[in-house]
């Protein structure tokens, strides 16, 4: 099993501040994706990225897939309070099946 | 379009009863997951259909079986519930490469 090692685990900030989570691995991955699950509910796709080095951007978060494949990261630019939640990252293994890693929990307070 | 259902939404079981909780899709696709949520534990695959007709275990698959019914369903059995099974149970189901996984809403167990 390809272990994906999140950080950090918790993040709680004010609205407005910016913000980064990270998603690292020692395997090289064909690709990454990024989930957010929002309480109660079930973990919905924000991005996928393959090519490393790529930088994809979905309004005020910005994905970065490392150059090697092994790492990315998530940045949020004037986090808003529904921009809470928890965000994974995820990598394919056999069967088309998912790793996950564990993911960060980010509150942002009002 | 209602995505991916499972049924129930919660369910308390007292341990050694059995169960099974129910998932269908209605996207054609051809691939569908179990997974658990447990805190701090991030989702781990328990079992997981690449296309109809194959099963295959995953990650944690020790106390379940599974049965892909036909290319819409997949259901998760527990045949003798055990408090180490306590968890949020999620279905998924995908058919591309990436694979973009679409989730259910959760079942959430409690074994007493």
């Known amino acids: 099993t390809q272990l994906l090692e999140q950080s950090p685990q918790f993040l709680s900030i004010q609205e407005g501040e910016n913000l980064t989570v990270y998603c690292n691995s020692s395997?090289?991955?064909?690709?990454l994706q990024w989930y957010r699950q929002e309480p109660g509910e079930g973990p919905v796709l924000l991005v996928t990225v393959v090519t490393g080095g790529e930088v994809k951007k979905l309004k005020r978060l910005t994905f970065q897939f490392g150059d090697a494949r092994k790492d990315s990261s998530l940045h949020i630019t004037a986090a808003q309070p529904g921009d809470t939640g928890l965000y994974l990252c995820a990598g394919p293994r056999a069967g088309y099946a998912l790793n996950f890693g564990k993911g960060t929990s980010l509150l942002v307070t009002p | 379009n209602a995505g991916v259902t499972q049924t129930p939404k919660f369910q308390v079981l007292k341990t050694g009863q059995s169960m099974t909780l129910q998932c269908a899709q209605d996207?054609?696709?051809?691939?569908m997951y179990w997974y658990r949520q447990d805190p701090g534990m991030g989702l781990r695959l328990i079992y997981y259909s690449a296309s109809e007709g194959t099963t295959d275990k995953g990650e944690v698959p020790n106390g379940y079986n599974v049965s892909r019914l036909n290319k819409r369903e997949f259901s998760l059995r527990l045949e003798s519930a055990a408090p180490s099974q306590t968890s949020v149970y999620f279905c998924?189901?995908?058919?591309?490469?990436?694979?973009?996984?679409?989730f259910g809403p959760g079942t959430r167990l409690l074994v007493l």
């Open positions: 996207m054609n696709h051809n691939s």
């Open positions: 395997s090289v991955f064909s690709s």
């Open positions: 998924a189901s995908s058919d591309r490469v990436p694979e973009t996984q679409y």
